[in-house]
């Protein structure tokens, strides 16, 4: 069956970029429609949407994160990566990768989440 696997730094700075990785397994990320999006919740608050990379590769973002944020994936390894450049601390949270079956598909599968605790 198909699962998601978020991995990341244990802890980034301030300043730093943040650099998130999904794998995927049973699944190929170039199957017609794939989408994975990438989702955070900083503490205390709601599910952000970040952004997300299609099966063909092209690429969307929130707008408030669209100067920070790019998403690339390794189809060779199945993985989607996620980066956040110049973090601040308002920037910590988990942080979760899903998948959805087109552009108006749910996120039907998510990974289990990755803390990221950003402190100097």
């Known amino acids: 069956h198909v699962q998601l696997q978020e991995s990341g730094p244990g802890l980034v700075k301030p300043s730093q970029t943040l650099s998130l990785t999904c794998t995927i397994s049973g699944d190929a990320l170039t199957t017609n429609y794939y989408i994975v999006s990438w989702i955070r919740q900083p503490p205390g608050k709601g599910l952000e949407w970040m952004g997300a990379?299609?099966?063909?590769?092209?690429?969307f973002y929130a707008s408030s994160l669209k100067r920070s944020t790019s998403s690339s994936r390794d189809t060779a390894k199945n993985q989607v990566t996620q980066e956040l450049n110049a973090v601040t601390p308002e920037v910590a949270g988990m942080y979760y990768c899903g998948r959805a079956l087109g552009y108006n598909g749910a996120l039907e599968v998510w990974g289990q989440g990755i803390m990221v605790p950003v402190s100097s």
């Open positions: 990379i299609t099966w063909t590769g092209g690429t």
